[in-house]
């Protein structure tokens, strides 16, 4: 599935990304154009973000509990067949707690720490097996899991062909609408590419223990690339 974006714009873009630039016949008409192109796959991996949050009467003690809890995550992982290089500690917080009350100075009741790592799933049919295993093992806290490719030069250079394939076309029909023709291509250039996954759920799983694995659906990953072009129209 392709979905093509086109607008004409009245000067082509000044980007990083790779270029191909002429300049105009004096004489010459110049058409500016800027097209979306994107292409779909299917994602080949995975990437969970979850974490550890503890209480405790004094700092130590919920540094401490929070400590022994990402350890055991950690073997899970390692148990689960993840990779050292596909785990990252992305925070480390640790905080008061208190209590308020009206007309009264806050009470300090104790204190909360939250260890956040993301971890890389390089086989997606693990993805819903690690998440149970890193719960059993003392997670409490999952915010997100999202899709990508290990590799998306393919599908990217997909969206770049059907991208530039539609300013050719755009190109030639605002020349036939104005009674000229194209004569040749001044300049090309590459703006910003994406990836985009629908929407995925997050998950609370405080209190969640499931026998049978996490269910996770991938869906489809849409990838889209900005390509800008300057073509010289002549009668």
């Not at 979905?3 to 990083?16: C, D, G, N, Q, V």
């Not at 500690?89 to 909360?112: A, D, E, I, R």
């Not at 530039?164 to 009674?179: C, F, I, K, P, S």
């Not at 990836?195 to 991938?218: H, L, N």
Request: net charge negative.
């Amino acid at each position: 599935m392709k979905r093509l974006i086109a607008t004409a714009i009245a000067a082509a873009f000044t980007l990083s990304a790779p270029a191909f630039a002429d300049t105009a016949s004096p004489n010459a008409t110049a058409l500016s154009l800027s097209v979306e192109g994107e292409s779909t796959a299917t994602p080949d991996m995975a990437t969970v973000s979850f974490g550890v949050q503890t209480q405790g009467k004094t700092a130590a003690d919920a540094l401490q509990a929070n400590n022994a809890r990402m350890t055991a995550v950690m073997a899970a992982l390692k148990n689960a067949g993840i990779a050292t290089k596909d785990i990252q500690t992305s925070s480390l917080n640790l905080n008061p707690q208190y209590t308020y009350g009206n007309n009264v100075p806050p009470t300090l009741n104790g204190y909360q720490a939250s260890d956040q790592i993301t971890v890389r799933v390089e086989d997606l049919s693990r993805t819903g097996p690690v998440i149970d295993q890193v719960v059993k093992a003392g997670i409490n806290q999952i915010d997100s899991v999202t899709f990508g490719l290990k590799d998306n030069n393919a599908a990217l250079d997909q969206a770049r062909q059907s991208a530039v394939a539609t300013l050719a076309q755009r190109a030639n029909l605002y020349a036939a609408a104005t009674g000229l023709h194209v004569t040749r291509l001044v300049s090309l250039e590459e703006g910003e590419h994406q990836s985009v996954v629908p929407p995925r759920p997050v998950f609370a799983m405080a209190k969640m223990a499931a026998p049978a694995a996490t269910p996770i659906s991938e869906g489809e990953l849409h990838l889209s690339v900005t390509v800008s072009a300057t073509y010289e129209l002549a009668k």
